[in-house]
């Protein structure tokens, strides 16, 4: 078993190193005379701009980019296009995200329902009547943009993760209706103990038997749906991946619902301990209670930068071991680059199921003491 994981392991390098060389082989020089304050190196009269490979890679898009360069000609690359929906001032507004003919600089105009729009940085704007985009002094378009309710990369992923999840628990739901009592069976046999664990080690500790089985569906929602999306974004050159975890609005997401499950399901014991603690004298009081309001605001907020900044650091260490590659233009560096990226990457597989487990242990914490009864 160590062997067959030591070899995957080796095997995820090689496609990183793989990749990175194409990324390497087409990069595209305009882009690197946009970024030539970036750190990069010259290499065969192209420049490798190690920042924008990172962000490039990190980020959210339109559409999955597979293999090769995205510069405008689509037999140079392979991309799955995402639907783009758009809200505008005329309505509703959709097309594939293929039209843009994957450039991401303007240069290529979208016109629907008398419309046009244009794509630049990753962001859609609605361009004049000439089909062009008005930029200002620090190069950003001062054009309108209209609603985006595109699938993206994140959304896409989210939307298979919560398949998966339905799939699974579908089959283990199954397979205990049918053998009742009997030793689980299948993917029921690998869920069980996890749905246990989540149980014993997590709810009832933290919440309670009494109160555990009301919110059990939340962690147990929490911990798989978050290690999946982890899991999913573990390969970064996998075709339908995307770093879910490492965007700000999914984790922000993930806590505003803690903290309005917390603050709803409180008690009145919670919240008297949070403005008027009982036991402590009047002058205390007055000085607790403004620390105890802002703890209720920086809870989530732990939350959220937690799972973000964690998922993200793995990604961009990886990409940046492997990078220092091309940076260097050394054959010399890849063994040592491949070796520490092959112990980041075996760590980041610990890390995707703790960052699972870290959110719904904190989760469960919050919701007990949120509704623990007085003393």
């Given at each position: 078993m160590r062997i067959i994981v030591f070899t995957k392991s080796i095997v995820f390098s090689l496609l990183i190193f793989f990749s990175l060389s194409q990324k390497v082989i087409g990069q595209d020089h305009g882009e690197a005379e946009r970024t030539k304050d970036s750190h990069q190196v010259q290499e065969n009269g192209e420049a490798f701009d190690i920042t924008s490979m990172i962000m490039h890679h990190i980020s959210d898009s339109h559409s999955f980019h597979v293999y090769g360069?995205?510069?405008?000609?689509?037999?140079?690359?392979?991309?799955?296009?995402?639907?783009?929906?758009?809200?505008?001032?005329?309505?509703?507004?959709?097309?594939?995200?293929?039209?843009?003919?994957?450039?991401?600089?303007?240069?290529?105009?979208?016109?629907?329902?008398?419309?046009?729009?244009?794509?630049?940085?990753?962001?859609?704007?609605?361009?004049?009547n000439e089909g062009a985009l008005s930029l200002d002094e620090h190069n950003h378009p001062t054009n309108s943009k209209p609603l985006d309710f595109s699938i993206t990369k994140n959304v896409f992923v989210m939307l298979l993760a919560l398949l998966i999840l339905l799939v699974l628990f579908g089959i283990a739901g199954k397979s205990y209706k049918k053998n009742g009592k009997d030793a689980p069976t299948g993917v029921a046999k690998f869920i069980e103990p996890l749905v246990i664990f989540i149980r014993d080690e997590i709810a009832i500790p933290n919440i309670g038997e009494k109160h555990y089985r009301k919110y059990i569906p939340l962690l147990l929602t929490i911990f798989f749906f978050v290690w999946i999306i982890n899991i999913f974004g573990l390969i970064p050159f996998f075709p339908f991946a995307a770093n879910v975890s490492g965007n700000i609005a999914?984790?922000?997401?993930?806590?505003?619902?803690?903290?309005?499950?917390?603050?709803?399901?409180?008690?009145?014991?919670?919240?008297?301990?949070?403005?008027?603690?009982?036991?402590?004298?009047?002058?205390?009081?007055?000085?607790?209670?403004?620390?105890?309001?802002?703890?209720?605001?920086?809870?989530?907020?732990?939350?959220?930068?937690?799972?973000?900044?964690?998922?993200?650091?793995?990604?961009?260490?990886?990409?940046?071991?492997?990078?220092?590659?091309?940076?260097?233009?050394?054959?010399?560096?890849?063994?040592?680059?491949?070796?520490?990226?092959?112990?980041?990457?075996?760590?980041?597989?610990?890390?995707?199921?703790?960052?699972?487990?870290?959110?719904?242990?904190?989760?469960?914490?919050?919701?007990?003491?949120?509704?623990?009864?007085?003393?």
């Open positions: 360069e995205n510069d405008g000609h689509f037999p140079n690359a392979l991309t799955v296009p995402l639907p783009i929906i758009l809200w505008t001032d005329n309505g509703l507004v959709t097309f594939m995200s293929s039209e843009f003919h994957h450039n991401d600089d303007g240069s290529v105009v979208v016109e629907k329902k008398g419309m046009k729009f244009a794509k630049f940085h990753n962001k859609i704007y609605q361009t004049n999914f984790t922000m997401t993930l806590a505003v619902i803690v903290f309005l499950v917390v603050n709803i399901v409180a008690n009145k014991n919670y919240w008297k301990h949070i403005f008027w603690m009982p036991g402590v004298p009047v002058p205390m009081k007055l000085f607790l209670a403004p620390i105890e309001v802002i703890g209720m605001f920086v809870k989530p907020v732990s939350l959220m930068i937690r799972l973000f900044a964690n998922i993200t650091a793995g990604h961009i260490i990886v990409l940046s071991l492997i990078g220092l590659i091309f940076v260097l233009k050394s054959v010399w560096v890849a063994p040592v680059s491949v070796a520490f990226t092959l112990f980041i990457s075996l760590i980041e597989i610990l890390v995707t199921a703790i960052q699972a487990y870290i959110f719904t242990m904190l989760t469960s914490l919050y919701i007990g003491a949120a509704i623990e009864e007085e003393h």
